[in-house]
């Protein structure tokens, strides 16, 4: 009889539509997948991220660099510094955008900041590693896609594991290396390892992330 009355009126409309739906957000929620894309929310949303940084690359491409990063949406500098060897040359490296204004490479002249700098500055690290946006530098660049379009430019894809997250990299829709996205016991970015794939050949990358804060001080 419980049953019958349960599969009668409203409540029979409403099993009818859960079935059609399929399956939850909880089950959709839990592939990893989505939890990465929640991960990246989550960092998009923090007013600013601090990370220092030590990247090593060998292969295609040799590099060496220390550094820090600090990602802002507030009024506060954001900032991507580092020193070291990149493709066989010393360089010191540099980012500042602040008050509207953005300086690349300690430019007499700023530019203003585009209006994506934090979503390309946070998506680019997640994707592709800092060392791809340090790069950018390297030749007087900006971030790429700082005026938008970045989460559509590069994806990940075939993620496996919920920390360490493990994927694939597709840069305007070609394949173009794979990483792997190690987290510490707080579930933030501890260590990064990565392939690049390049017509010269491959580089593998490994970013260590000595510090990484959400929301930290302004003098970090």
């Known amino acids: ?112 900041i585009p209006p994506a700098l934090q979503e390309a500055l946070v998506i680019g690290f997640t994707r592709m590693g800092l060392l791809h946006n340090l790069a950018m530098l390297t030749a007087r660049q900006p971030p790429d896609h700082g005026e938008g379009g970045v989460q559509d430019w590069v994806k990940s894809v075939n993620v496996t594991g919920t920390g360490p997250y493990a994927f694939d990299i597709l840069v305007a829709g070609q394949p173009s290396g794979s990483a792997v996205l190690h987290l510490d016991e707080r579930g933030l970015p501890v260590r990064r390892t990565q392939s690049v794939e390049f017509p010269s050949g491959r580089m593998e990358v490994v970013e260590h992330y000595t510090r990484f804060e959400l929301d930290c001080p302004t003098d970090l």
């Open 1 to 112: 009889m419980i049953v019958r009355r349960l599969l009668s009126g409203r409540w029979a409309c409403l099993l009818i539509a859960l079935a059609v739906a399929g399956p939850t957000v909880a089950e959709e929620d839990s592939s990893p997948a989505a939890a990465f894309a929640g991960f990246e929310q989550m960092l998009l949303a923090e007013p600013r991220l601090c990370i220092r940084f030590r990247i090593e690359a060998t292969g295609a491409l040799v590099a060496a660099l220390e550094g820090r990063a600090r990602f802002d949406h507030a009024e506060a500098p954001t900032t991507l510094l580092a020193k070291g060897e990149f493709g066989g040359q010393q360089v010191d490296l540099s980012l500042l955008a602040a008050r509207g204004d953005m300086w690349v490479q300690r430019a007499a002249a700023p530019k203003p």
